[in-house]
T-cell receptor
Framework: DAKTTQPPSMDCAEGRAANLPCNHS???????VYWYRQIHSQGPQYIIH???NNETNEMASLIITEDRKSSTLILPHATLRDTAVYYC??????????FGKGTHLIIQP | NAGVMQNPRHLVRRRGQEARLRCSPM?????VYWYRQLPEEGLKFMVY????????ESGMPKERFSAEFPKEGPSILRIQQVVRGDSAAYFC??????????????FGSGTRLTVV
């Protein structure tokens, strides 16, 4: 799996859009980009994934650059319950997921 | 429809004892994955099992750790002769089919092992 780089922490005001960047400059053509989050003391929660097209679901949007070297997870209207560690993962054919240290997103009231 | 169930939630063991962690996958899921999370770290993949088979144990420590997923009953992660460095949160995830075809795993709430 390709290495991903994320900022260690970010703040966002409640009600605003939270934009979480991820760099995966060595990603290969068959590797998907996945986002999970982990709210304190809980198991990780799947958010969204994509290959090269932008994706949207009920939780978030995923924007992947045309060269696929980076992506951004967007939480359109952040709430206090979105405070969590967000993990960006580039995964190909491996059975398991490789989690880095992620971004600790803090939503400020 | 219950999610992935892990028990116990918290487990305290003295050095040298054995720890047994249990994971019941979601109904209809026959694939189980174990992960370990050390304090202030991300999750690390340990092992992937199907019913009665270990598919990928590339992340398992070579000694003292073993895992099984019997035909009946939960998956078990067993740690023999625990040491302080085994203190961590252990998470289990499940999926309905092969990991390589799955885009979203369901994780349990984890077992927090403390070795004293």
């Amino acid at each position: 799996d390709a290495k991903t780089t994320q900022p260690p922490s970010m703040d966002c005001a409640e009600g605003r859009a939270a934009n979480l960047p991820c760099n995966h400059s060595t990603i290969s053509g068959n590797e998907y980009v996945y986002w999970y989050r982990q709210i304190h003391s809980q198991g990780p929660q799947y958010i969204i994934h994509g290959l090269k097209n932008n994706e949207t679901n009920e939780m978030a949007s995923l924007i992947i650059t045309e060269d696929r070297k980076s992506s951004t997870l967007i939480l359109p209207h952040a709430t206090l319950r979105d405070t969590a560690v967000y993990y960006c993962i580039a995964r190909g054919g491996a059975d398991g997921l490789t989690f880095g240290k992620g971004t600790h997103l803090i939503i400020q009231p | 429809n219950a999610g992935v169930m892990q028990n116990p939630r918290h487990l305290v063991r003295r050095r040298g004892q054995e720890a047994r962690l249990r994971c019941s996958p979601m109904k209809g899921h026959s694939h189980v994955y174990w992960y370990r999370q050390l304090p202030e770290e991300g999750l690390k993949f340990m092992v992937y099992l199907q019913k009665e088979n270990i598919i990928d144990e590339s992340g398992m420590p070579k000694e003292r750790f073993s895992a099984e997923f019997p035909k009946e009953g939960p998956s078990i992660l067993r740690i023999q002769q625990v040491v302080r460095g085994d203190s961590a949160a252990y998470f289990c995830a499940s999926s309905p089919n092969s990991g390589r075809q799955v885009h979203g795993y369901t994780f349990g709430s984890g077992t927090r092992l403390t070795v004293v």
